[in-house]
């Protein structure tokens, strides 16, 4: 099947998706448990997709705390690499390590396989089919190749131990300290003369907080860094530009002749990163700070440490969110329009509990939020705004309302936002989600989607929290279980009390004991049974 690149835009590039049938399922489990086994030791370091306690933030952390001083960044990207990878160059790679022919036998005859469209069957004569279980670990297998071409390229780029000291900053470093010490030394100067004096150390220290301590460009040190995601890679190149486009010229010439895949031209390029670039949705741009940490600059002869401040004035990595990201979060959700800041109502949210309509947005910015955790915060400030309008005025559409009262009656002293619902003498409380609660996802859990789909069914949240007793009977022993109707113009028609109830609260859940639920299914649920009144109409609280 063929599954949209780019969800706003059903009609336009589509991405192909394969999906095993259950036994196939199980066998490439286990021979993806195997290969884990064999390959997951050999792996590059540089490698982070599809791999164990490994994720998107890993890989740009390794860009944030090893790329400092990049001059220059090789954006590479493979054209259609799951569907071109070659099954006799991957077996070959694979039978380097596994020395068995009957697994080998297995793994093309899965490539082999081919796929049914519309009920018509294609055979797959090059690529690894996506959504297939054993297909991350056979991409990465195939691309260990790369890496270990780039392990040798960054052993014969790298130069030199440390960069040359900028002897224009040593001079005018010694100067300053040469008048700090005849201020304390000399006693014959007059107070005019040290007046000077003072001013001059102030101006050199204030040129020296601006002037870089080594040379950036010092042609005897060179450095070659590497980071690979799944087939998005990029090259960072301590040299000059020259240098970067021949590095540029050796990957693409090992990429199209020994691998076999084409390097998309439009889509490659190299960058500096100063102007910024894009990878794994984070925006990346190198940048002067001026501010100076406090950090540990020696050790005495007891081990104590001495500390000291450093300038961070080289080029740092800067993580942010770009901004057509935020702007496709935004619109592609309904929260309202980026551009202009405004908010609207989600009205298929309108039939849904408070809870359930405050759970489900939570759970949307959750994850956005959280993703971009890397970033600062001020990148999300106005998508936080945009959100929680969003919430407040959909809110306000159900209880026919306005948008700051709603907000008056959530907010609390802290400044959070807190929902309380009452169900019978049960007080549910739930917080809106703020910017402040960001976290990473644990290692354990890295690259796990968020299971929006509780948020989405037709059981409402409160009540699968509430179920201690059948709404029918009003018993509180034994096991409870949820009716589903699929569609309330089914009962509306309905003239027993549980169908006019359901219809009363336009509800498509209901909690019953097993008894009633079964008795319900069988057509004999008695009718002399009454529901209790207050369930009909909750008050908004």
Not at 413 to 419: A, E, I, K, N
Not at 464 to 473: D, P, T, W
Request: proline share 4%.
């Amino acid at each position: 099947m063929e599954i949209p690149k780019d969800p706003r835009n059903p009609k336009g590039k589509t991405r192909p998706l394969g999906v095993p049938n259950g036994d196939d399922k199980l066998i490439q489990e286990v021979m993806r448990m195997m290969l884990e086994e064999i390959y997951e030791p050999i792996f590059s370091d540089w490698s982070f997709g599809f791999r164990p306690n490994r994720s998107c933030h890993t890989a740009l952390n390794e860009i944030r705390d090893s790329w400092k001083g990049t001059k220059w960044v090789c954006d590479v990207d493979i054209k259609g690499y799951f569907d071109n990878i070659d099954h006799d160059r991957l077996l070959h790679f694979m039978g380097k390590r596994v020395d068995d022919r009957k697994f080998l036998n297995l793994v093309r005859r899965f490539l082999k396989a081919g796929y049914m469209d519309d009920w018509r069957y294609y055979g797959t004569h090059s690529g690894t089919p996506q959504g297939g279980i054993i297909s991350p670990i056979l991409a990465n297998i195939y691309l260990h190749e790369l890496d270990e071409f780039m392990v040798s390229k960054v052993k014969e780029f790298s130069t030199g131990s440390r960069r040359r000291p900028n002897p224009e900053y040593r001079k005018l470093l010694c100067n300053r300290s040469n008048r700090i010490k005849w201020l304390k030394e000399r006693s014959d100067i007059t107070e005019e003369k040290a007046a000077i004096w003072r001013l001059e150390i102030q101006e050199w220290g204030e040129r020296l907080g601006k002037m870089n301590s080594v040379l950036m460009d010092d042609p005897g040190f060179k450095r070659l860094r590497y980071v690979r995601y799944a087939d998005d890679f990029l090259i960072g190149v301590i040299g000059t530009k020259q240098e970067a486009k021949a590095i540029m010229a050796d990957v693409t010439r090992f990429v199209e002749t020994e691998l076999k895949l084409e390097i998309s031209q439009e889509k490659s390029s190299i960058v500096d990163p100063k102007q910024g670039l894009t990878f794994l949705g984070y925006s990346i741009v190198c940048r002067r700070e001026n501010k100076k940490v406090k950090c540990v600059v020696s050790h005495k002869a007891d081990g104590s440490k001495v500390h000291g401040t450093k300038r961070t004035i080289t080029e740092h990595v800067h993580l942010g969110v770009p901004r057509e990201k935020a702007q496709k979060f935004v619109e592609l959700k309904g929260y309202g329009f980026y551009d202009s800041g405004k908010a609207l109502a989600k009205k298929a949210l309108l039939f849904h509990s408070d809870t359930e309509i405050v759970a489900q947005y939570n759970a949307e910015f959750r994850g956005f939020a959280n993703y971009y955790n890397l970033a600062p915060q001020l990148y999300l400030n106005k998508v936080e705004w945009i959100w929680m309008n969003s919430l407040f005025k959909t809110l306000a559409a159900k209880h026919q309302t306005s948008r700051a009262k709603i907000a008056d009656r959530l907010k609390r002293g802290d400044g959070s936002y807190v929902l309380k619902e009452w169900r019978g003498e049960k007080v549910f409380e739930t917080a809106v989600f703020k910017l402040k609660d960001r976290a990473a996802p644990r290692p354990n859990q890295v690259d796990e989607l968020p299971n929006l789909y509780k948020y989405l069914g037709r059981t409402e949240l409160l009540d699968r929290l509430k179920a201690s007793v059948c709404e029918y009977c009003n018993q509180t022993s034994g096991r409870l279980e949820v009716h589903h109707v699929r569609k309330l113009k089914d009962i509306a028609q309905g003239t027993e009390p549980w169908k006019r109830f359901m219809m009363a609260r336009r509800r498509k859940t209901l909690v019953l004991c097993i008894d009633c639920h079964r008795d319900l299914h069988k057509g004999t649920l008695p009718d002399l049974r009454a529901f209790r009144k207050s369930l009909v109409g909750e008050p908004y609280a």
